[in-house]
């Protein structure tokens, strides 16, 4: 538990948006995922698909297309985003995924549009801290449980590879309206990675003898 608490310190300049070993894209983050059999970065081969499953796929199988409107209304609120996101003082601009990515304090965050409800929106901090053994899943589950219990709107979660994040939904059903949102949006993200630090911190406190 000592060895999760001094992480806390070191991993936030650790998550930046590309070239870090555990970084995936915003979507891997904000949908639930199978975890992988190892956490070690290693190539696993996967088994050869017979001929016929390597065909190419049908247009009845292929995957659905966002239509235009949809796609034109999430680039023009992407945009106004990027645009309040720069009024703060910070550099956005997009990732891998087309999700939009900005640095604060050597903190990397996310803003991602949802694709068919564009008013649903998605600010994360991800990769925070990771679980390292079971003997820490426990007391980091009831970390995060405590900081849900007192946070507001913002929610700590264990991410499928094992980091804990934290993520905040709303609905900004005007674009406009996210730049007068996005400071306090700010707050209620720092207020609950204190918090998880200050839960994880008492947790090692109580561990030693």
């Keep these: ?28 983050y904000a949908a639930p995922k199978q975890p992988s059999p190892s956490s070690l970065p290693v190539s696993i081969p996967e088994e050869a698909a017979p001929e016929e499953a390597r065909l190419p796929l049908s247009e009845a199988d292929a995957p659905e297309e966002m239509p235009l409107p949809l796609r034109d209304a999430r680039a ?11 009024a703060a003082g910070y550099a956005p601009f997009l990732d891998e995924a087309g999700d939009i990515c900005f640095k604060n304090d050597n903190k990397t965050y996310f803003v991602i549009i949802d694709d068919n409800h564009n008013e649903i929106t998605t600010v ?8 390292t053994g079971e003997k820490e899943r426990l007391p980091t589950a009831a970390a995060v449980s405590a900081v849900n219990r007192k946070a ?6 264990i991410n499928a590879s ?17 730049e007068l949102l996005f400071e306090r949006i700010m707050q209620l993200l720092l ?8 839960q994880m911190s008492a947790v090692v406190q109580a561990s030693r003898p």
């Excluded at 538990?1 to 894209?25: D, H, K, N, T």
Aim: with cysteine.
């Design 1 to 28: 538990m000592r060895r999760l608490i001094a992480l806390l310190v070191v991993a936030s300049s650790l998550a930046g948006c590309a070239g870090a070993p555990f970084q995936e894209s915003a979507r891997s």
């Design 76 to 86: 023009q609120r992407q945009e106004r985003y990027m645009q309040s996101i720069a």
């Design 124 to 131: 994360l901090y991800p990769n925070i801290v990771p679980i």
């Design 152 to 157: 507001k709107v913002a929610k700590a979660y």
């Design 162 to 178: 094992d980091w804990v994040s934290i993520g905040l939904e709303l609905i900004v059903q005007n674009p406009q309206d996210f």
């Design 191 to 198: 207020y609950a990675e204190r918090e998880f630090i200050n």
